[in-house]
Antibody, heavy 117, light 110 residues
Framework: QVQLVESGGGVVQPGRSLRLSCAAS????????MHWVRQAPGKGLEWVAM????????YYGDSVKGRITISRDQSKNTLYLQMNSLRVEDTAVYYC??????????WGQGTLVTVSS | QSALTQPPSASGSPGQSVTISCTGT?????????VSWYQQHPGKAPKLMIY???KRPSGVPDRFSGSKSGNTASLTVSGLQAEDEADYYC??????????FGTGTKVTVL
């Protein structure tokens, strides 16, 4: 069965960096685009970034553009999100999700990132 | 990338129907057949309920249906059940290679 397991969240000071990981299993990872979606405490969902199945194209939401990089390691079946210059407003649960023709069919359980001094 | 507009809340008694609207622009909902809906229970990950405006994934009850007219998409839950009480989010693929979510609607089963 499809499984997506995020890790790497934690408490970090403003201005610092953090890298999130999403380990995929139960499907051929290299055939699917992948997304990161976040949800601030008590708030709605916000799309963060997307990477094509082969890593050749990457797209970012306006609020994170220039500070966040999405990448993937096909050999490790793992998706990454490198977050730099973190801000308090980046505090959220970060979900990875699989893309199937522009919708998200499977989601991980999320990892919490708290940006606080 | 402004969020799509959804009503903050909706409610109905068991067995009744509730419809949630999702309003965007011609750059997203109005110009895209890639509108999807997600159900989220507290503390849980979102779950896909509708994709490509009106298609249901296997395993999703046929009580859930989707439609679109112009810049507004809608999700209807017929025959409300207690387990349908959750937050619901729409999303649309937009014409600049991005995705935009709705503001979310809390559905309460009275």
């Amino acid at each position: 069965q499809v499984q997506l397991v995020e890790s790497g969240g934690g408490v970090v000071q403003p201005g610092r960096s953090l890298r999130l990981s999403c380990a995929a299993s139960g499907f051929t990872f290299s055939r699917f685009g992948m997304h990161w979606v976040r949800q601030a405490p008590g708030k709605g969902l916000e799309w963060v970034a997307m990477i094509w199945y082969d890593g050749s194209n990457k797209y970012y939401g306006d609020s994170v553009k220039g500070r966040i990089t999405i990448s993937r390691d096909q050999s490790k079946n793992t998706l990454y999100l490198q977050m730099n210059s973190l801000r308090v407003e980046d505090t959220a649960v970060y979900y990875c999700a699989r893309d199937v023709d522009r919708f998200f069919d499977y989601w991980g359980q999320g990892t919490l990132v708290t940006v606080s001094s | 990338q402004s969020a799509l507009t959804q009503p903050p809340s909706a409610s109905g008694s068991p067995g009744q129907s509730v419809t949630i609207s999702c309003t965007g622009t011609s750059s997203d909902v109005g110009g895209s057949n890639y509108v999807s809906w997600y159900q989220q229970h507290p503390g849980k990950a979102p779950k896909l309920m509708i994709y490509e405006v009106s298609k249901r994934p296997s395993g999703v009850p046929d009580r859930f249906s989707g439609s679109k007219s112009g810049n507004t998409a809608s999700l209807t839950v017929s025959g409300l059940q207690a387990e349908d009480e959750a937050d619901y989010y729409c999303t649309s693929y937009a014409d600049n290679n991005s995705w935009v979510f709705g503001t979310g609607t809390k559905v309460t089963v009275l």
